[in-house]
């Protein structure tokens, strides 16, 4: 049994959508136990018109609620009695095996590195989405917003998370690595890319293919995309607006007058299939990757079906020992080793 | 009558599609004359085939050919002969008006600034390229890769830049300014966007409407979006690579079965509006802004209808004296002032 606490009380719909995400959940996986954290009678209500396996569900009672628009640090260290907080709380005392919050990013960062901590080893925790891709499922972005400003470090540090990620959770043998650039040839980038590309090419624990564009994150080879959280949420946030475009596009070519209205009924598998390729509800939530347990951030603006796939992947990564193959990957290379041998690479190249 | 210079060698299906591509732009436009520039017999070979006024043809013969794998400087200098050079130089001589090339971009960066010259007073010419967005119509995004590394003057000159763009060549009046960043708060942003942000504001020759994200750019209200070139190209390539996406679940979805390849026939002109909505084709070229002529970077892989949109532009921003009221922003903004004033109202918030 995997036992998940849930931040029900996180996202523009809570905690109905997490309720009914997490009965969602609980019926597809037989092996899954929950803790819910988040205002009891509310939870209780949204419950009541739900079956659901008791034995299954416990619920903690909370009074505060962590706001989109608060300041992360100042929340999580005053609202003690916060679903957020809480729900992390539950976690660093071994009450749950992994959590999903769709909550403020800021304050679930925030509380992952404060109450929850990261591995040991690990420079910086990342934010990891996955984004829907052309081959119909789905590319790792690795670091997503989690850190601004980065250090070559960092960014293999993401390299190696993501590709620990891939592997445990979904199951790819070797995941294809990428760093995301301006062009695929190595003098490409700034000093960042440049530095990260040759450290990058040294590590052997990731299956690691070079500088990659922004058009790969969806169109590309790779499995793992890997950026500083600033160029990372720029680029998924730019592929979304394309992706919010299409729909805008599509609606209006299919409702233009009666003729198109019917064939869009004739059409509707075709637009389910093109909404499923774009689809940011289907894939779940980021995972925070580096932390000392699984953690899941959803969507502030989840809806059931959607936290049901990012407690799936909580489970999932308990199940596939994340965290473990995470903390391997990451001792496992030798920095100042590789540094060394990146620096003789490009002494070699000047010569 | 505009004198447009064509570098007819440049790009994978040049000089077929350069030379289709001038001929639809001169029948389309009476008040149109050109110089093309490349290989003379292959040149002739093309118009042969086509009909059009030889009156306002002419041809400059030229030997030599940049390749897209060049190293720019290099190649610039070296090529004397190439049609790329050639161009620039006629078009520095004032031959011409303005120029179109869909060759490497790195060279036409390069022959711009070391053979056309920038324009004085700006600090770093940008390459301005519009995006299509759900409107219909595209967003302007400067830089997308001319300048990697940038400081916020350079961006409140893009900002100008693009502004004057979009007010001279396509009659918006006040054109909307958007930065991009990874959030709309003020404070969001590496130092970079942070100061460009609080300087932005204080240029009162801008519509600047704050900081955008991402998504902005296809799905945003912002006519302008100002980013430093490797944020600009990130973000370009991630829309692109999910039109791309798209294109391809679509194509998939609707040749699956005979049902469905029946229902593409009928939703054929929906299909198109689709297409249309992510089409970079139909929105030209990119346009390299801040030398003292217009110049138009078409894509590398322009077909005649692009090739002739790009020359459209190019003549329009003769016809706009977009390159004066380049300047004229320019050496309106009173740089030390904003500064001072942007410091002045970021020490008023701190206290």
Redesign the interface.
């Known amino acids: 049994m995997v036992k998940i606490v849930i931040d029900a009380m996180g996202g523009d719909f809570a905690p109905k959508q997490q309720v009914l995400g997490t009965v969602a959940a609980l019926k597809k996986d037989k092996e899954l136990s929950v803790i819910l954290v988040g205002d009891e009678p509310q939870i209780k209500a949204e419950l009541s018109e739900c079956e659901y396996d008791e034995s299954r569900v416990e619920i903690v009672h909370t009074t505060e609620v962590i706001g989109m628009e608060e300041i992360p640090t100042k929340a999580v260290k005053t609202k003690k009695d916060s679903s957020t907080v809480v729900a992390f709380r539950l976690l660093k005392e071994g009450k749950a095996d992994g959590l999903v919050s769709s909550g403020s990013t800021g304050a679930v960062l925030t509380a992952g590195v404060l109450i929850l901590g990261r591995l040991k080893g690990v420079s910086r925790p990342a934010l990891c989405p996955i984004i829907?891709?052309?081959t119909?499922g789905g590319t790792f972005l690795c670091d997503c917003?989690a850190n601004?400003?980065c250090k070559p470090i960092n960014l293999v540090h993401f390299a190696l998370m993501g590709s620990a990620y891939a592997q445990t959770v979904y199951g790819i043998e070797k995941p294809t690595v990428g760093l995301?650039n301006?062009g695929t040839e190595d003098h490409k980038?700034?000093l960042l890319q440049q530095e990260t590309n040759a450290l990058l090419k040294k590590v052997e624990a990731i299956n690691y293919v070079g500088n990659r564009?922004?058009?790969?994150?969806?169109?590309?080879d790779v499995d793992v995309m890997v950026a500083d959280?600033?160029?990372g949420?720029?680029?998924?946030?730019?592929?979304?607006?394309?992706?919010?475009?299409?729909s805008?596009?599509?609606k209006?070519?299919?409702k233009r007058n009666l003729f198109?209205k019917l064939?869009a009924l004739?059409?509707g598998d075709?637009i389910k299939?093109?909404k499923k390729?774009?689809d940011y509800e289907g894939v779940g939530g980021a995972m925070f990757l580096g932390l000392t347990k699984a953690v899941v951030k959803g969507h502030g603006n989840s809806k059931a079906r959607s936290f049901a796939v990012s407690i799936e992947q909580a489970a999932n990564a308990v199940r596939g020992n994340m965290t473990a193959k995470i903390k391997e990957l990451i001792d496992g290379v030798d920095l100042a080793s590789i540094q060394a041998q990146a620096q003789e690479a490009a002494a070699g190249q000047a010569e």
Chains 1, 2 share one sequence.
């Open positions: 829907p891709n052309h119909g917003g601004l400003e995301l301006n980038g700034l564009e922004g058009r790969d994150i969806m169109f590309g959280g600033f160029t949420n720029i680029a998924m946030k730019s592929a979304e607006g394309c992706g919010k475009a299409v805008a596009i599509m209006k070519a299919f198109s064939r004739l059409c075709i299939n093109i390729g774009l």
